[in-house]
């Protein structure tokens, strides 16, 4: 069961066991989650991303890839009041995310183009990647060593 007042979360569960043959339901105490105020820091971060996002949509469009022409058009439906200040954040980092990924696969791609794919026409997982990854760079690691010995 969970209650509230204005600052204050409350949870006041049932908890069932089973002891070797019996179950047993009790209440325990009340849990308190009281609700933090990020309010104040996250509104200067919406406020510094729609500040650059409005000197955006006011430059030359340009400049201004379809990634970007999204977020101007997520600005401008929150400060139409179309979508909630919750949403908007919400999909604005979503949209973070979206980039970070992109850039993580960009960088996947590179390492996959760089490493001796030995004939395998087969797309490698991350984590394949990796493995080949450190299995190459431990493999030159031991030429070098093997030349600096040899040359000594």
């Avoid at 002891?19 to 509104?43: A, D, F, L, R």
């Avoid at 999909?91 to 760089?114: D, T, Y």
């Amino acid at each position: 069961m969970f209650y509230s007042n204005s600052n204050c979360f409350y949870q006041s569960p049932a908890v069932v066991d089973y002891y070797g043959t019996e179950w047993s339901v009790y209440q325990e105490e009340p849990i308190v989650y009281e609700s933090v105020n990020k309010s104040k820091k996250s509104n200067k971060r919406i406020k510094k991303e729609m500040e650059e996002l409005s000197q955006m949509s006011s430059g030359t469009n340009d400049s201004v890839n379809s990634e970007d022409m999204y977020l101007i058009s997520l600005y401008k439906a929150y400060q139409s009041g179309v979508i909630s200040k919750n949403r908007y954040k919400r999909l604005i980092a979503n949209e973070r995310e979206r980039k970070r990924m992109h850039g993580l696969n960009a960088a996947f791609e590179n390492l996959r183009s760089v490493l001796p794919s030995f004939g395998s026409s087969k797309h490698t997982s991350k984590y394949e990647t990796l493995q080949m990854a450190k299995s190459y760079i431990a493999a030159l690691r031991d030429i070098l060593l093997n030349e600096s010995n040899s040359s000594i």
